[in-house]
Nanobody
């Protein structure tokens, strides 16, 4: 599975962005998909995940502001981000693993190249 993120950029505090992750090589309907983020010299942080059955989970830091979703027909994962804060600045990665229930980055098999989000 190949994953390609897009939609990152620079935004003002309180603004919104929508990240996309297009998958190829297999259908994401059978995969657990996740968004992670990382800033230099810090560990990668799980942001949100969505299982093959559509159930979702969020980090406390983004709950209520971010929404993860997927379009199986388009084989695309999304992350809608609202009320952005400076601490949301990071490189955002999408990830995939066959099955359900993955939450830790070590559980994911496939990774995109990342897209930069800067909030100031």
């Amino acid at each position: 599975v190949q994953l390609v993120e897009s939609g990152g950029g620079s935004v003002q505090v309180g603004g919104s962005l929508r990240l996309s992750c297009v998958a190829s090589g297999d259908t994401i309907s059978r995969y657990c998909m996740g968004w992670f983020r990382q800033i230099p010299d810090k560990e990668r942080e799980g942001v949100a995940a969505i299982d093959s059955d559509g159930s979702t989970t969020y980090a406390d830091s983004v709950s209520g502001r971010f929404t993860i979703s997927k379009d199986n027909a388009k084989n695309t994962l999304y992350l809608k981000m609202h009320s952005l804060k400076p601490e949301d600045t990071a490189i955002y990665y999408c990830a995939a693993v066959y099955g359900i229930g993955a939450r830790l980055d070590t559980e994911y098999t496939y990774w995109g190249q990342g897209t930069q989000v800067t909030v100031s």
